[in-house]
């Protein structure tokens, strides 16, 4: 191979990392010399800047980000002083290359010059592609100088020496992979020229076959060797015992080239020197060779489960499904590993038996078999074939023609194939018969999408009363129950019940309660779910191991997905969120979150929202290794929440004084809401929180009281999580989700306190109140407002204070005190004036007209038509839809509700999606009341159940109340009287502690009647 130098050759990978000292540039690098030739090995003693170059050498010629190789050096925990540390390591590095310029800084990270013919492991791979041409073309003495100028180069395990994960191990075992294959190109070339090196191959062979059992090549090439230098029973032996060992441990035969190479041996009984068959030769026929015996008629299924349970339905459809029909039938049993595809597969395939007359074939295809590979199409197709008494000679070599003799086999049949743990739909395919009366089962834990014509049976967790009855079963603890801990604590998963089962059938002093509570220490679940050679464990790090072992970019996103998903508990997660703590973009991330529910690792629970199983939650915290993410999660929500903020509240002082920082808002806050898209609408903004509620809550119940995180940790958690809720409060106020206001709304309050931030406990203050305003307890409402409106004065913060003082006249209004109520509004009405805010003016005439419906409505409806101007004139939504509630309220005041109707109509119709839950509850409630006083009560029993329905999501019990008081009269005007009953008990439960007076007296009085009929 010309133009390769010794002297070029700089650096290696391909063993531990190392520079070369380079003294010369004479002689060729292609003549399998030594790689180092006239290069001495410079000393790298630090293991840092051994790992540094290693890092850079892997994106040769490409920038290397600085995140990227603090994770290299420090395993994704980098320390506080990881930059100042990598600028030395830099430095040193440096200091050990020949031209300190190779290593330039390049925004975002590092450089490292690399020319042609100066890593180890491209003139490897330049040998390699050469040789690969060789050997296809047969130019045998070209394959041995290029597989031996490789080979000359490998020091030992690639990156030996560095952490685990540097480089993957897909980069190392393709290596590894590459290093096996040239060897055995070079003996097939050594062994094709018969060259002066044929005695000492057997050494060399023998070594390999030793240490590649189930690796044919060097068993095919030994039995050669040792059969060409006269030692032909040797030969026998070698294929004898490989024969042995594959049917035993993958059950197929050897492959076609090793049957050729017996065939050889077999028939050329003389010398070394006898003439023989070239080595290209297909064989033939051989009447020498002892002739198979003919199988009987295949009845290979593996016995059926012991104890099986539950899966009713699945048994009645799969047996309907598996009918024999006009075209073969298909069945893809698939679910998470340890769900029970194989026993269920064995169950109904055994139930079928009669069925198919002519035989039952197994193969275990090993896709997710713990330490296996998984078969190859063509090393089923020969198995299947040998098993339907194919003779190995005649096994076609082409995949293709091997899969037409089986359907050709398979064609007249009433044959059942149960195809076991298959890892895609491309290893299936060729194994299908075409035969009408043959039917498949495969089980995977893929659903197959891609295979056609197949029915699906995705399986689930037993039920509780199910997992109960196998662990029972297996056991014999008959007291075992449904509510029994280790149902749930198992998953409900059948493999992990059998392993807690055999645990308490082998040990009877270890008592359930025992067992739970070992299973219940999180940490420990996972070891406690290994028995004999059952393992959750290994069953789900198969499929782990696979993707991150793969070559493909979506697969290893993956395997970090999951990674990311036990550095970060949270019920639920969407690609957003994961895209921004593994550090790629949404796209690759909806691919990867893609390929974990194809391997079913995760569960796609709605669309675009995933979750794992409990015990695969607890893989993934494994293989976080105690890493957490939530530092960079509550910032991204923080973030993601501002947004949202913008798109919900319209512009204007509501919108900017919620997004004013306070005192503890972390300085990085504004950076991280300029890296994100805005959203095009409020609808989408509503969509988000909906989906992302639910996480924030856990984060801020978990992470509010933090008191085991170091201090400074603990403080900038706190400073977000005051972020976060301030941020995020519109949405949940505006959505009524009242339980998660109760939940933030405390938390905010405790955080700004222990922080010392004013402005952050004015805020949760005013939040909380809020929420009491919406639950119906107005008294506790106005003393926590005027509790932040004392802060807000102490701080100057007219516009707060414009705003506590417009809630107080409003509490102050349904608590009836209309003189303060009167007082608190004009002041706050006087703020508005001065700040020049027409939105608070707006408000703040619509809460004078729900004072003056007590005393004149018709004043009250010209306040709310002013309402009503100004938000028109501002585009105001939620002022226009309030206005309009608000005028039908007054007209119902007025005994007007024909003319209340409209008004409703068009409230509901411009609140469309912009989220108001009080507005609308309060505007449902209104058009119910009046619907009912028009006698229309088959549309107002619709709304009120729409609205009940709506309120009971959100676990509201106040408007809940409301809405069945009016429910009972619409009840009671329909002769339901009884139901009526029912309904306004309820309505009084729910209202009981509220200041709800005329709606408790009335419903008091109501039930009151009842007692005297």
Request: aromatic share 4%; with cysteine; net charge negative.
């Amino acid at each position: 191979m010309g133009g390769v130098r010794r002297g070029q050759l700089r650096f290696g990978l391909l063993g531990p990392p190392v520079l070369y000292d380079v003294h010369g540039e004479a002689g060729d690098f292609g003549d399998g010399t030594d790689a180092s030739g006239d290069a001495d090995v410079k000393a790298i003693g630090s293991p840092k800047v051994r790992t540094l170059l290693a890092a850079l050498l892997l994106e040769a010629g490409r920038v290397v980000s600085v995140e990227s190789l603090k994770d290299a050096l420090w395993g994704g925990a980098p320390p506080a002083s990881a930059q100042a540390s990598l600028h030395n390591h830099v430095a040193r590095l440096r200091r050990l290359l020949d031209d300190p310029e190779r290593l330039r800084a390049v925004p975002p990270g590092y450089l490292l010059r690399v020319e042609q013919g100066e890593l180890d492991v491209h003139v490897f791979e330049r040998h390699l592609a050469t040789a690969r041409g060789a050997y296809a073309a047969r130019n045998w003495e070209r394959v041995v100088r290029e597989c031996t100028s490789a080979l000359a180069l490998w020091r030992g395990t690639p990156l030996n020496g560095l952490p685990a994960e540097l480089g993957g191990y897909a980069f190392v075992q393709r290596l590894k992979e590459a290093r096996l294959l040239l060897l055995e190109w070079r003996y097939d070339a050594e062994l094709a020229v018969d060259g002066a090196r044929l005695d000492g191959l057997v050494p060399e062979l023998s070594a390999l076959a030793a240490e590649y059992p189930l690796r044919e090549a060097y068993h095919r090439q030994l039995m050669l060797a040792l059969h060409r230098t006269g030692r032909q029973a040797e030969a026998l032996a070698v294929h004898r015992d490989l024969r042995a060992r594959l049917v035993e441990e993958l059950g197929v035969e050897p492959g076609p080239a090793m049957q050729e190479a017996h065939v050889e041996v077999l028939a050329t009984t003389g010398g070394p020197g006898a003439p023989r068959e070239d080595d290209t030769a297909s064989g033939g026929t051989d009447d020498s060779a002892p002739a198979l015996p003919q199988p009987p008629r295949p009845a290979q299924l593996p016995p059926p489960p012991a104890h099986f349970t539950g899966r009713t339905p699945a048994l009645d459809d799969l047996r309907s499904v598996l009918e024999p029909g006009r075209t073969p039938a298909i069945a893809v049993i698939s679910g998470m590993a340890g769900v029970g595809k194989s026993a269920l597969a064995l169950q109904v395939a055994h139930s079928l038996r009669e069925r198919f007359p002519d035989g039952q074939l197994y193969i275990n295809l090993h896709g997710a078999t713990p330490g296996m590979t998984p078969l190859t199409s063509a090393q089923a197709l020969i198995a299947l074939l040998r098993d339907l008494g194919t003779e190995p000679r005649r096994i076609p070599e082409h995949p293709d023609a091997a899969a037409a003799l089986l359907r050709s086999l398979l064609a007249p049949t009433r044959t059942l194939l149960l195809l076991d743990d298959a890892a895609h739909a491309a290893q299936v395919r060729p194994l299908l018969p075409a035969g009408a009366g043959c039917a498949v089962i495969v089980t995977s834990r893929s659903p197959l999408t891609a295979l056609d014509g197949a029915r699906r049976f995705p399986l689930t967790p037993l039920s509780g009363e199910e997992s109960a009855e196998l662990l029972r079963a297996v056991s014999g603890r008959d007291a075992l129950d449904a509510a029994h801990p280790l149902v749930e604590l198992t998953g409900r998963l059948p493999l992990a019940l059998r392993i807690v089962a055999a645990r308490l059938a082998a040990r009877r002093a270890l008592t359930p309660e025992v067992l739970a509570g070992q299973l219940a220490a999180t940490e420990g679940r996972l070891h406690h779910l290994e028995y004999d050679d059952l393992s959750v464990r290994r069953s789900l790090a198969v499929a782990h191991d696979a993707l991150a072992a793969s070559e493909r970019e979506a697969d290893r996103d993956a395997a970090r997905v999951l990674r990311g998903i036990g550095a970060l508990d949270l019920p639920a997660y969407g690609a957003p969120l994961l895209a921004h703590l593994v550090g790629t973009d949404e796209r690759r991330t909806e691919a990867a979150l893609d390929r974990l529910v194809d391997v079913a690792l995760l569960e796609e629970t709605a669309y675009g929202r995933y979750a794992p199983h409990d015990l695969v939650r607890d893989f993934a915290r494994e293989l976080a290794a105690g890493a957490s993410d939530v530092d960079a999660a509550l910032p991204w929500y923080a973030a993601v929440a501002e947004r949202a903020l913008t798109a919900i509240v319209e512009p204007g002082l509501d919108q900017d004084d919620r997004r004013r920082p306070t005192a503890a808002q972390p300085p990085d806050h504004a950076a991280h809401v300029a890296a994100l898209p805005t959203f095009e609408s409020a609808g989408q903004a509503f969509a988000w929180g909906d989906t992302e509620l639910v996480n924030i809550v856990t984060l801020v119940e978990r992470y509010a009281e933090d008191a085991g995180a170091d201090a400074d940790v603990q403080a900038l958690r706190a400073a977000r999580i005051s972020t976060l809720i301030r941020l995020v409060f519109p949405y949940v106020l505006r959505s009524g989700r009242v339980a998660e206001m109760e939940v933030l709304g405390g938390a905010a309050l405790r955080v700004a306190r222990r922080l010392g931030d004013e402005s952050a406990e004015a805020y949760a203050l005013g939040d909380l109140a809020a929420l009491h305003f919406l639950t119906g307890r107005q008294s506790e409402a106005l003393a926590l407002n005027d509790r932040a409106l004392t802060i807000w004065r102490r701080l100057d913060r007219v516009s707060w204070m414009r705003r506590c003082l417009n809630n107080r006249g409003l509490l102050l209004e349904g608590l009836g005190r209309y003189e303060e109520s009167g007082r608190a509004l004009r002041q706050s009405l006087e703020y508005s004036r001065q700040l020049n805010d027409p939105h608070g003016e707006a408000v703040t005439h619509s809460h004078l007209g729900n004072l003056y419906e007590h005393t004149d409505p018709r004043a009250a409806i010209e306040q709310h038509r002013l309402s009503l101007a100004i938000g028109d004139e501002i585009g105001a939504v939620i002022v226009q839809h309030s206005a309009h509630c608000n005028i039908g309220y007054a007209h119902l005041t007025l005994g007007e509700p024909a003319a209340a109707v409209p008004h409703f109509e068009e409230s509901l119709r411009i609140l469309g999606g912009h989220g108001d839950w009080h507005g609308e509850s309060q505007t449902r409630l209104g058009l119910v009341r009046a619907l009912r006083l028009l006698g229309r009560t088959e549309r107002a029993g619709a709304e009120c159940a729409e609205l009940l329905r709506r309120a009971d999501a959100r676990a509201d019990r106040y408007t809940g109340g409301l809405a069945r008081h009016q429910h009972g009269l619409l009840l009671r005007e329909c002769g339901s009287t009884e139901q009526a009953y029912e309904q306004w008990r309820a309505a009084l439960d729910a209202l009981d502690g509220t200041d709800e007076k005329a709606v408790v007296t009335e419903l008091r009085e109501l039930l009151a009647e009842a007692g005297t009929r």
